[in-house]
């Protein structure tokens, strides 16, 4: 599959204001900016595994597409929600438990990058990824 491999965090495009409607505090936006996210995707069939290891945290999250999970982001907002598969774009619809409003996200190969746009609240940010 495209998205299988070794993804480090190139750029960001309207992050912080993404978080700050997210409710993340200045602190941690000023820290998630250099996070140095390195994300590891292997698929088979219709499972995943993703590796993400920043300077804050290592987690390893396995999904199937369709099926519901529980997810923490790294400020600690709890998720619950899926992924499905639309031709070559892996989309996400998740929940926050804390208030119940919807997290969309998606990932897409776009060239040579791994772009991952987060929709929440009328905003969107994107985060851009190179192969390591």
Do not use: C, P
Request: avoid cysteine; hydrophobic fraction near 35%; charged fraction near 30%.
């Amino acid at each position: 599959m495209t998205f299988n491999g070794t993804w480090k965090v190139d750029r960001s495009e309207n992050y912080d204001k993404f978080m700050e409607v997210m409710g993340v505090n200045v602190m941690k936006r000023k820290l998630a900016a250099h996070d140095n996210l390195k994300i590891t995707i292997t698929q088979d069939g219709d499972k995943f595994n993703v590796k993400e290891s920043s300077t804050f945290r290592t987690i390893e999250i396995n999904f199937t597409l369709g099926v519901t999970f529980e997810y923490s982001l790294a400020d600690g907002t709890e998720l619950s929600g899926s992924w499905a598969l639309d031709g070559n774009k892996l989309i996400g619809a998740f929940n926050r438990k804390d208030n119940g409003k919807e997290l969309k996200t998606w990932r897409e190969i776009v060239g040579d990058e791994l772009v991952q746009t987060y929709t929440y609240e009328g905003t969107e940010a994107k985060r851009i990824f190179k192969r390591s």
